[in-house]
């Protein structure tokens, strides 16, 4: 662990505070006119994902945790649990459904995604922007059913369901926002 400034903080940096992992989401350097500059920071639990207001002395002395990110490749789920496979060792590793969260609904048998290990702990998954999937199941739009900006519900193969337009048939690809969950466009 590396022990660094708060003045150096970052958006996105981890830290070990007194055993927690917390991630900045962001920070502001406050000087006021009297007294000593301080450091307001908003922080999320890595672990809980609970979020935090937390403020600091302006160089204080804070423990920086190193995140490690792996390429894994995600073959099978095993009841609760997902087993991925590391792209560069082959090696399997089962992964919880606590660190999985959102991700679940966006990864598909043989899709790549990125785990977040904090030593040999799983703390989370980092997924792209957005992904393609294939729409499982929705209702056929009626002909002369055209209204501008009509939306309809549609289940997609990992079981999410995301309101679509209703031109989207079964069958169809889709791209989906993976920080809202939302329809951006066809694949």
Do not use: W
């Amino acid at each position: 662990m590396a022990v660094f400034s708060t003045n150096d903080l970052k958006n996105g940096m981890t830290l070990d505070l007194d055993g927690d992992l917390m991630q900045v989401v962001s920070f502001q350097h406050v000087k006021p006119g009297k007294g000593g500059a301080f450091v307001r920071t908003t922080l999320k639990n890595a672990r809980t994902g609970a979020v935090v207001d937390r403020t600091f002395r302006a160089g204080e002395k804070v423990d920086r945790a190193f995140i490690e990110k792996r390429q894994q490749q995600f073959l099978y789920r095993d009841g609760p649990d997902y087993v991925v496979m590391d792209n560069e060792t082959f090696e399997q590793t089962t992964v919880s459904e606590a660190a999985m969260a959102d991700a679940a609904n966006f990864i598909v048998e043989n899709s790549v995604v990125t785990i977040l290990t904090y030593g040999d702990e799983i703390i989370g998954t980092d997924l792209p922007a957005s992904v393609e999937l294939a729409i499982a199941e929705t209702e056929p739009g009626l002909q002369g059913d055209r209204v501008s900006g009509a939306r309809k519900p549609a289940t997609l193969e990992t079981g999410l369901v995301v309101q679509v337009p209703l031109f989207v048939e079964p069958g169809s690809r889709i791209k989906v926002d993976t920080r809202s969950g939302e329809y951006l466009t066809r694949a």
